[in-house]
């Protein structure tokens, strides 16, 4: 009986604690802020606060202040309220882990650990989305169920590269990216799968909100040996390797000196006398350049093969020159002939002294004495009256002459020179004087460029003169002329 009355006693006394629980007994936390709490060192692990401010419990996990159980994120999904959050109230890494595999980080810049010294990588207060993934290479793909294969996807390679690599057109696929290795880095535009899929760069106008072709590059067949085509403007596969629908511009200099031609220059006009320097042939295979001589005199440059394909190192006076390099030599792709030429020839008994030497006023053939030129001096004083001389009856160049010197007796070693000059509208117009520079005993000729544009009107004049001693001896003057 006793026993019983005991155990009715402690279940009415057990009752009565239960239903009048006095709030001074309940257990307590420290409150602090959130800043306090960050603040608070010294803490040992299963110590707890309260959040003020979070109205969160939190425990010390021998690292950080972390919630509760009760408001933490379930892995069976949360019932959550606008301004709820997943993420750090600190400046740490958030973590986002598969097979302890980290696979997505935020957090900044610095706290990532990616500073670097480089331009747009060294912003320590940038926030970040770091993808990562194994073995140092990270991927990032999208659905599309309605592609076949080439599930679209960002991603990197062992080697450094970034790529985009997605589906076109269910079973075709295209692909962006870096490649390369060691330094030698390059950017890859692809498109497959079956070798005339274009690229087509398209420009959209608001006004009709229509996207419209500017070019495209394609394969010009559905095969493994498709070669390229290039069409701007065109709207469809191009006719050849370029097509264009419209104006073609290219470089255009003016030289007034010395020029050494280079990938900058197409088509140049030279308005002095220039020399001209080309580029190696083999540097530069398929090249072309237009050069225009507006000189009434020949210009020099690096040697080319012209039309006939011959060797030559000048472009004549008021002429037009455009040559291409085989990735050998430069030849000239000039059209038609590259000159047009006829030929005068003078012959007779010439006079050389030491001034120059013209006493006769006539010129002509057989023994005659030809010395068109009148004066004497150091230099011809040519005079313009009464003067004999070959007329130019239409414009052409004195590309060339030659001189045969039949110096056969002692006074043969000597070195004569003849003078060109031409009578212009009344004006006498110097050409050039030219010295025989290797005498000899016996028949002797000598070609020599002159490349001066004679008008019509002019009249051709020369004068002859010897370094030391005089004589007289047949000779005879052949001259080149080109149109």
Aim: hydrophobic share 35%; proline share 2%.
């Amino acid at each position: 009986m006793i026993k019983k009355l005991l155990i009715i006693l402690l279940f009415v006394t057990t009752g009565s604690i239960y239903g009048q629980i006095d709030s001074q007994l309940l257990l307590g936390l420290t409150n602090a802020t959130t800043s306090e709490i960050n603040a608070l060192t010294g803490a040992s692990e299963g110590q707890m606060l309260y959040n003020e401010e979070t109205k969160q419990v939190m425990i010390f996990n021998g690292t950080l202040w972390t919630n509760t159980s009760n408001s933490n994120w379930l892995a069976t999904g949360n019932t959550v309220t606008n301004g709820s959050y997943l993420g750090t109230n600190n400046d740490a890494i958030l973590d986002l882990r598969s097979n302890s595999t980290s696979i997505l980080q935020f957090g900044r810049r610095q706290t990532l650990g990616l500073t670097q010294g480089y331009t747009n990588y060294d912003n320590n207060d940038q926030y970040l989305t770091y993808l990562k993934g194994s073995n140092g290479v990270a991927a990032l793909q999208f659905q599309a169920d309605a592609a076949s294969f080439y599930k679209p996807m960002f991603y990197t390679t062992s080697d450094g590269n970034f790529r985009l690599k997605g589906s076109a057109a269910n079973t075709d696929f295209f692909e962006i990216g870096s490649n390369g290795v060691s330094n030698a880095g390059e950017l890859e535009f692809v498109i497959g799968d079956d070798g005339a899929e274009p690229f087509i760069f398209k420009r959209y106008d608001y006004r009709d909100a229509l996207k419209k072709e500017l070019f495209r590059i394609q394969g010009a067949s559905d095969s493994q040996a498709a070669l390229p085509r290039i069409g701007i403007n065109t709207g469809q596969l191009a006719n050849s390797t370029l097509q264009v629908e419209g104006s073609i511009a290219t470089a255009i200099n003016t030289a007034t000196s010395n020029i050494s031609l280079n990938e900058t220059h197409h088509t140049v006009i030279i308005t002095n006398n220039s020399n001209i320097v080309l580029p190696a042939a083999t540097t530069c295979n398929g090249r072309t350049y237009i050069i225009k001589n507006q000189n009434n005199s020949a210009i020099t440059i690096t040697g080319y093969l012209d039309n006939e394909g011959n060797s030559s190192t000048s472009i004549g006076a008021s002429s037009i020159l455009q040559i291409q390099s085989n990735g050998t030599v430069w030849h000239s792709i000039t059209p038609g002939k590259t000159n047009n030429k006829f030929f005068m020839n003078f012959s007779g008994r010439a006079y050389f002294y030491t001034t120059w030497y013209s006493p006769h006023d006539q010129y002509g053939m057989g023994y005659q004495n030809w010395n068109a030129a009148k004066g004497t001096g150091v230099t011809p004083s040519y005079s313009t009256a009464n003067q004999f001389g070959v007329p130019i009856t239409s414009n052409a160049t004195l590309a060339k002459f030659s001189m045969k010197n039949d110096f056969n007796s002692t006074n043969g070693l000597v070195l004569p020179s003849i003078n060109l000059s031409v009578l212009r509208n009344g004006s006498i117009i110097n050409i050039g004087t030219y010295i025989l520079t290797s005498p000899s005993t016996s028949v002797n000729i000598q070609t020599n460029d002159v490349g001066f544009m004679l008008l019509e009107g002019d009249l051709l004049l020369w004068a002859t003169k010897t370094t030391s001693g005089s004589r007289v001896n047949y000779t005879s003057l052949t001259f080149e002329f080109t149109y």
